[in-house]
């Protein structure tokens, strides 16, 4: 599986735009990008996942550049709410593959 | 779509004691996982089932943790006897066999305090 690198900490204010950067310099073809989000307490939470180029949703975008070497999710306007761990997971899963963990971003959202 | 169920939420127990975590995967579900999240870390792969049979324990530490799936539904993780870096929140998630991975669910997780 390709390893990632993604910051250890963010801080942002209240209605900011957050882009968190991974990068997974090792990424094979067939592999995909998804970012998982966990609230204190909580198990993670899948937000988005992506091949290339960028995908959207109502939570957040994907943006993957040509060579797929890294990626940045961006959350638009981030509240207080926002503030958990951000996961960056590259491989090319399928239902029964594990998902492999870092030890992903910490957002931290400041009124 | 009721979510993973696991119980208890919380628990603590004095070390060389025994503990048992359960977890309720959703409904149809094949496949299940439970992972270790030890404070500060992204959670860690214990184990994975495939209906009632495992496909991969090989990080699950078989001198003091087992688990077992009846009936390919609910799942028990044991650890006998406890260690103190066995502190961490436990973690079971569920998916179907296919598609990609947005297929997942966790559940909220059992905090283990071993003292």
């Known amino acids: 599986l390709a390893k990632t690198t993604q910051p250890i900490s963010m801080d942002s204010y209240e209605g900011q735009e957050v882009n968190i950067t991974c990068s997974h310099n090792?990424?094979?073809?067939?592999?995909?990008i998804t970012w998982y989000q966990q609230f204190p307490s909580q198990g993670p939470r899948f937000i988005i996942q992506?091949?290339?180029t960028k995908v959207k949703n109502e939570v957040a975008s994907l943006f993957i550049p040509a060579d797929r070497k890294s990626s940045t999710l961006s959350l638009p306007r981030v509240s207080l709410s926002d503030t958990a761990v951000y996961y960056c997971?590259?491989?090319?899963?399928?239902?029964?593959?594990?998902?492999?963990f870092g030890k992903g971003t910490r957002l931290s959202v400041i009124a | 779509e009721a979510g993973v169920a696991q119980s208890p939420r919380y628990k603590i127990i004095e070390k060389r004691q025994s503990v048992a975590f359960w977890c309720n995967p959703i409904?149809?579900?094949?496949?299940l996982y439970w992972y270790q999240q030890i404070l500060g870390q992204g959670p860690k792969l214990l184990i994975q089932?495939?209906?009632?049979?495992?496909?991969?324990d090989s990080q699950l530490p078989k001198d003091r943790f087992s688990a077992e799936r009846l009936k390919g539904v609910d799942s028990t993780l044991k650890i006998q006897p406890a260690k103190l870096e066995d502190s961490a929140v436990y973690l079971c998630?569920?998916?179907?066999?296919?598609?990609?991975?947005?297929?997942?669910?966790f559940g909220s997780g059992t905090r283990l305090t071993v003292v």
């Open positions: 089932f495939q209906n009632n049979g495992v496909v991969d």
């Open positions: 992506g091949y290339k």
């Open positions: 998630a569920s998916s179907l066999s296919t598609g990609r991975n947005y297929g997942y669910t």
């Open positions: 409904s149809g579900h094949a496949t």
């Open positions: 090792n990424i094979a073809t067939n592999d995909y």
């Open positions: 997971l590259v491989g090319g899963y399928s239902g029964n593959t594990p998902l492999v």
